[in-house]
């Protein structure tokens, strides 16, 4: 892939749909945010800003960084049943405990996270409005 290089140095790169699918891939891959934003010219810092402020990004995100685990731990398995009991394989395992622990604390950006009570006001609303429409009284 030949990555997009800004057309003055006073230019920044940008998150363009195909740069946030290519580092999503890398992410999936890898399991590493830093590198995966390395690879497709852009900052890790700037990784998380996107997921902050583009919920579907965040969700997408939480994809593929799910997924590079699901196959960290696929390897590890396949090490593990070949007798390799090493110390990166032990280390691998540490981080991987480590991701499953965060997940379970990491907050969620404002978009993602919805109060219950709102959703269910939200959804009646719709409701009501469709009710009226067909005739009802709400």
Known sequence: MARAIPKTADEPARWTLQRQADFLAHLAASCNVRASAAKVGMSEQ?????????????????????????????????????????????????LMAQHRARKKEEPRPAEIQRDLAEERRMIEAKLSEMNKRMGGDG
């Open 46 to 94: 700037s990784v998380y800003k996107l997921r902050m402020r583009s919920a579907p990004f965040c969700e997408a995100f939480d994809v593929a960084r799910d997924e590079g685990y699901v196959r960290l731990e696929m390897m590890l398995l396949e090490r593990a049943a070949e007798g390799d009991g090493d110390a990166s394989v032990k280390l691998m395992l540490t």
